[in-house]
């Protein structure tokens, strides 16, 4: 069977947009004997619609693109999306073919509900038939799992993830996570063909990465798409094969730092260009996090689409350090004088150092608006986290850093400059580290102040861990209360922070906590702290030292659905609501919704 894998990059309720670039695909599959087309999860309604999902119109216009899209392609599709259900949002896939629009979940649900009389305990499995082969549907691990584990029974089994990249999961690089182990179990267990379609692109906050792949059972790769770029191929795929491959693709080496670079740097060409912006600004102090927002904004978005605003707010080594990267990247470059900040300053009353950054971020920001420019910051999660700096974010619309630390941000900036050395050596030799957090009294390198630092926050973020929890495994006691209650603190400056792409574990914003509160973690009383008098290695240590390494010298350390040949699905579901739906006490659970009876 011939099934045409779609990388499509999209943007939320371009239907129309959408629609023509369905209909080019379906052309050029046709002509290549394509029996099935897959497009990913993030094609119709993107990541998360929010509110939208409760507007008719919506809704409307959804269902409309698929009835049209259903008459015009002549290659079955599958088409995921999403809709509301009971004020949550339920993640879909449609099955268009001649005319007919089949929802594949609901015809799942249906079908188990005529075969045991009562709707399923949990998910459905999502299954149909296209001539001799049974394919299975799988929005995430866990329902891939049931694939593996035996208790549900496919020949291809699509993987559709509605989850974008995540720098702590390399299952989520895709086929990239391959050469190191992942998703061969799955295929190999559930003796089924993977076939993995991925987005590319972001989605407000979400980052896909694409890397889709084709995964035989027997672990050979037969189809690998790149990472962040948009691409469509047809593979024949073989369920009665038990293989060899005649030629197996090798997966792709997966590089955390240029991975995450990359999706940076996608994250914040499509957050302008999405919104229609002309390019992107950036206030260049000649500090470390300026200078890396410059870098991705050329990256992203070219050197002609860039304006940088270079102002002496650190001192003029700094200032000298930014026009050498202005001229690295050959962007145009607006300057402020010191003079003139230094009037402005006298004018208010206020030292040079107090005033300088927050003047120069409205200016710098005057500038981008009157240009039509989304105006960039490069504040780090680390400086979010403790409450640094608040004048370098406040009123700017996207941080691109906001999600990823300062060690990694090191990382990020020295491995870019592997390709040119556009950032000085100056700005990486400066580890600069957040000060009056009690980290510098210690006699310790800048370089392990920051490590220590970011391990912590790390911990308590992303991993969760309390008080007690840190102390337990070694951290010094008031170092970490120290550090937590600036954490908590900050809670308040960091609402002020701009969106950026969230690509860990647990962003702050997912980990955001009540302003008026009295209450703080305390380190419990039957913890026992290390006896020595230095921290014990740290969370992730051996890691960040490594980075370290590389910057600062350090050591490093025809389908038969199931629902028995019903095609009709979107009116039946209707009427079925209209009779009370699924529940035995005659709620209509379909009141909103693409299948309400509204």
């Known amino acids: ?51 939208l999902l409760t507007e008719p119109g919506f809704q409307a216009d959804i269902a409309t693109m698929l009835e049209q899209l259903a008459n015009e392609c002549t290659v079955p599709t599958l088409l995921p999306f999403t809709f509301e259900l009971a004020g949550e949002p339920v993640f879909e896939v449609a099955y268009l073919s001649e005319g007919s629009v089949v929802p594949l979940r609901m015809a799942s649900i249906l079908a188990s509900l005529g075969s045991l009389g009562t709707a399923p305990v949990g998910d459905a499995p999502i299954q149909f038939s296209l001539g001799d082969v049974d394919f299975g549907i799988a929005f995430d691990l866990t329902m891939l799992d049931a694939y593996a584990s035996g208790s549900q029974n496919a020949d291809v089994v699509i993987y559709l993830p509605f989850d974008g990249y995540n ?78 491959l005649r030629s197996p693709l090798a997966p792709p080496v997966y590089n955390r730092t240029q991975f995450l670079w990359s999706a ?188 220590d630092l970011d391990s912590i926050l790390l911990r308590h973020v ?17 170092l970490a209360q120290f550090i937590v209650g600036r954490y908590d603190a900050s809670e308040l400056v960091r609402r002020s922070c701009p969106v950026g792409p969230v690509v860990s574990d647990r962003s702050l914003l997912e980990n955001r906590l009540p302003i008026c509160c009295a209450w703080h973690d305390h380190v419990r009383e039957d913890v026992v702290a290390s006896d020595s008098s230095e921290p014990a290695a740290l969370y992730g240590l051996d890691e960040l030292m490594e980075r370290f390494a590389q910057v600062t010298g350090t050591a490093p350390g025809a389908i038969e659905p199931a629902v028995g040949g019903q095609t009709d699905i979107p009116g039946f579901l209707r009427d079925f609501a209209s009779a009370g739906g699924f529940s035995a006490e005659g709620d209509d659970v379909w009141g909103s919704g693409l299948f309400s009876k509204n």
């Open 167 to 244: 720098t702590d999961d390399e299952a989520s690089a895709m086929a990239h996570g391959v050469g190191d182990g992942f998703y061969l179990k799955e295929a190999a267990e559930a003796n089924a063909w993977l076939v993995a379609v991925n987005g590319v692109g972001a989605q407000d906050q979400i980052v896909f990465s694409g890397s889709s792949f084709v995964l035989a059972p027997w672990g050979e790769l037969a189809c690998v798409l790149p990472a962040f770029e948009e691409v469509a191929r047809v593979v024949d795929v073989d369920p009665l094969s038990e293989g060899p």
């Open 264 to 451: 940076l740097t996608l994250a914040t060409h499509d957050f302008a260009v999405k919104q229609g912006m002309g390019g992107v600004g950036v206030l260049m102090t000649g500090d470390l996090m300026s200078s890396a927002a410059a870098a991705l904004a050329v990256d992203a978005l070219g050197p002609t689409r860039v304006h940088g605003v270079v102002a002496p707010v650190l001192g003029a080594k700094e200032a000298a350090d930014a026009k050498r990267l202005a001229q690295n990247l050959r962007i145009q470059v607006t300057e402020i004088a010191g003079e003139e900040l230094d009037a402005a300053a006298n004018a208010l009353g206020l030292t040079y150092q107090a005033a300088a950054l927050s003047l120069a971020r409205i200016r710098a920001n005057a500038l981008f608006r009157a240009k039509g420019y989304l105006s960039l910051s490069g504040v780090d999660k680390t400086a979010l986290a403790v409450g640094q700096d608040f004048d370098a974010y406040a009123s700017c619309d996207f941080a691109p850093f906001s999600d990823v630390y300062r060690t990694d941000l090191l990382a990020l900036v020295s491995n870019r400059n592997l390709k040119s050395p556009v950032v000085p050596r100056t700005v990486l030799s400066r580890v600069e580290v957040p000060r009056n957090l009690r980290l510098e009294t210690r006699l310790r390198s800048d370089a392990l102040i920051l490590s």
């Open 462 to 478: 992303e991993r969760g861990e309390t008080l007690s929890e840190l102390v337990r495994d070694g951290c010094d006691e008031m």
């Open 1 to 51: 069977m011939k099934i045409a894998l779609v990388q499509m990059n999209s943007t939320m309720g371009h239907f129309d947009g959408t629609r023509e670039r369905v209909l080019a695909h379906d052309r050029a599959f046709a002509r290549q004997g394509a029996e099935l087309a897959v497009y990913p999860s993030t094609v119709v309604t993107g990541y998360d619609p929010q509110a």
